[in-house]
């Protein structure tokens, strides 16, 4: 990657490079396990003149989003987020019972039924074949299509423009970031809004969670990036939220550049917060490969630890996130002999590169090993509840990030 795909500036630093990984939602069928797989380098660079930080698009999203392996659905705080959303959203944007909504990578409609049960008029747009059919099944309707300029047109001119678009956690998922905040804006009404969750590069670096970093994401965004980003288009950031969600996101909400209006006092305070983190000067990133060192060490020497003691770790979770931590480190099954997710797709498969098996969860309550490394660290409070039976036989909870943390859990 020579130039900044959203500015074309040469001036791109390093920020941290995690070697080669496969695709981090190429989960493996049994028969794939002897066959090549390929990895692609994973180097976190950010942009001198913009400040956008992005990897390489060395995979095209049709390679990822076609057929997709995440199901939003299977996590409950996320489905409870998108609820308290909607119902925000709704008294935010004054959406009536004639208003249009709509959703760029609505998954498997975990956020639209919520628009449905209000009895608003909406859309998903999801490029993946099978969360778009799950999302049908449910009651919403949803367009199998990648977000463009052309799909945006197209999308108002058979439905009229929306009041309120919502892309969570899709703006870092999209290389061609300018065309798709066009189709962002051919979508949008004239007055209407636009709602975009992405994780915050800010709490990225401070809290290291670099797991965060894989081929999906192309680019992770400030505030001041994501002005920049939105303006691409032809909207203004007009305020932000500040979320817990993904380990600490950012809520944009933006308008047409040309009834946006002045900027809220929040986004002056992060801005000014990014700012004072150093996120504007490539010394801002300097001691964050260090610290994802330490972090693998840490992590590699309690499984060694806990392999030489005779003690069994098992994972939790098989998220995106968990196989670029796994693969950094060099996991294998010798070390974490499988983990469990509730996804039945993923079920009898194995992580990328790494190789370990993919189990139902109630095998934890099978073998009852001694740890459980939990792989989703940003559902934490969730997980440590529905993890609390480990309990019964004495087994711990292992977060990896921010740093390694080992908790006994009670009923």
């Not at 001036?11 to 396990?33: H, I, K, M, N, R």
């Not at 639209?112 to 999801?126: A, F, M, P, Q, S």
Request: aromatic share 8%.
């Amino acid at each position: 990657m020579t130039r900044c795909r959203l500015c074309g500036s040469s001036a791109l630093g390093s920020v941290v490079d995690l070697g080669a990984t496969p695709p981090c939602e190429s989960f493996l069928a049994a028969d794939q396990l002897d066959k090549p797989e390929p990895a692609y380098p994973l180097h976190l660079r950010v942009c001198t003149d913009c400040w956008l930080a992005q990897i390489p698009p060395l995979i095209k999203p049709e390679e990822t989003f076609t057929e997709y392996a995440y199901f939003s659905s299977f996590s409950t705080s996320w489905v409870e987020h998108a609820r308290t959303f909607v119902a925000d959203a709704v008294e935010r944007a004054g959406l009536g019972s004639d208003a249009f909504v709509v959703e760029v990578a609505s998954n498997d409609g975990y956020l639209l039924k919520h628009v449905v049960d209000r009895g608003i008029r909406c859309l998903g747009i999801e490029p993946s074949v099978n969360v778009g059919a799950a999302a049908r099944d449910a009651g919403v309707p949803t367009l199998t299509e990648f977000l463009s300029p052309e799909t945006g047109a197209a999308v108002r001119a058979a439905n009229g423009p929306a009041d309120l678009v919502v892309a969570n956690n899709v703006y870092a998922h999209i290389p061609d970031v300018v065309g798709f905040t066009e189709g962002l804006r051919a979508l949008v009404a004239d007055d209407g809004w636009v709602s975009i969750e992405v994780q915050h590069l800010l709490t990225l670096i401070e809290e290291n969670q670099y797991d965060t970093i894989y081929h999906e994401h192309f680019q992770y965004y400030t505030v001041a990036s994501a002005i920049r980003a939105l303006a691409s288009g032809g909207l203004a950031l007009v305020d932000v939220e500040l979320l817990p969600t993904h380990g600490g996101s950012i809520r944009l909400w933006a308008r047409p550049s040309e009834v946006a209006g002045e900027p809220s006092q929040r986004v002056l305070d992060v801005l000014d917060r990014e700012k004072a983190a150093g996120l504007q000067e490539l010394s801002g990133y300097t001691e964050f490969s260090a610290r994802v060192a330490k972090v693998r060490r840490d992590l590699l020497k309690f499984l060694v630890t806990a392999a030489e003691d005779g003690k069994t770790v098992v994972g939790y979770g098989a998220p995106g996130k968990g196989n670029t931590l796994l693969n950094h480190c060099g996991i294998r099954p010798d070390l974490l002999a499988y983990t469990v997710d509730r996804n039945p797709y993923k079920h009898g498969r194995f992580t990328p590169g790494t190789r370990i098996p993919i189990l139902p969860p109630e095998q934890i309550g099978v073998d009852k090993p001694d740890y459980v490394l939990v792989l989703p660290w940003n559902l934490r409070t969730e997980l440590v509840e529905q993890l609390a039976y480990v309990h019964e036989w004495g087994g711990r909870l292992v977060f990896p990030i921010p740093e390694l943390s080992i908790v006994e859990v009670k009923r």
